[in-house]
């Protein structure tokens, strides 16, 4: 079993919809979730963190996080087609160990 | 910020000889990470330093992977001898520490292509 799981797509929304990323992991014991994009040919980009239980919202973005289901997801309204990339699910597990999903492609349709 | 800088842009070399990448860490951030990414494989954490230590390397795949950070601006990955599988593209990241909930900062990588 992989430590982070990811769907790899690609995921194909119409522009202005809602695009829905996930992520599960293996380690109880996690403290420290991320959300990283990446454009092709680019290095990854963190766009939202996440800590604690719950929904926390940026923006058009809001990250998801159950520990109990060891699920975090990511939602972006209004998708754009310059929102088209790889997202990342990265995890801390430890001692600054960050394990990261192989990603989801988006691609947002104009 | 200059932001984590990494050298080369590119390389491309024959199988067997020797490769150094290197990366300069941004300023103030005491842990530095190196990560290898291929399509099948995804991001992979090949070994990372706090404080110039080294804390995990049970991502370097064979003893022909060497990693140093000899101060805290500076951190070297070589590979001797090269081959063919090595081919990927390799980031550096740092970050400012503060475990857990510091995230990772990634310089552009360098894509290393043997043949």
């Known amino acids: 079993q992989k430590e982070v799981e990811q769907n790899s797509g690609p995921l194909s929304v119409p522009e202005g919809a809602i695009a829905s990323l996930n992520c599960t992991y293996s380690?109880?014991?996690?403290?420290?979730f991320f959300w990283y994009r990446q454009y092709s040919g680019k290095s990854p980009e963190l766009i939202m963190s996440?800590?604690?239980?719950g929904d926390k919202e940026d923006g058009r973005f809001t990250a998801q996080l159950n520990k109990a289901s060891q699920y975090v997801s990511l939602l972006i309204r209004d998708s754009q087609p310059s929102d088209s990339a790889t997202y990342l699910c990265?995890?801390?597990?430890?001692?600054?160990?960050?394990?990261f999903g192989t990603g989801t492609k988006l691609q947002v349709i104009p | 910020d200059a932001g984590v800088i990494q050298s080369p842009r590119h390389e491309v070399t024959e199988m067997g000889q020797e490769v150094t990448l290197r990366c300069k860490p941004i300023?103030?951030?005491?842990?530095l990470f190196w990560y290898r990414q291929t399509m099948m494989r995804g991001l992979e954490l090949l070994i990372y330093?706090?404080?110039?230590?080294?804390?995990?390397d049970s991502g370097m795949p064979e003893d022909r992977f060497s990693a140093k950070m000899p101060n805290a601006s500076f951190s070297t990955l070589k590979i001797q001898p090269s081959e063919p599988r090595d081919s990927a593209v390799y980031f550096c990241?740092?970050?400012?520490?503060?475990?857990?909930?510091?995230?990772?900062?990634f310089g552009n990588g360098t894509r290393l292509t043997v043949t």
């Open positions: 990265a995890v801390n597990g430890g001692y600054q160990k960050v394990t």
């Open positions: 996440i800590y604690s239980n």
């Open positions: 990241a740092s970050s400012p520490g503060g475990f857990p909930k510091s995230p990772l900062h």
């Open positions: 330093f706090n404080n110039n230590v080294p804390i995990d």
């Open positions: 300023s103030g951030h005491n842990s």
């Open positions: 380690d109880r014991g996690s403290q420290s």
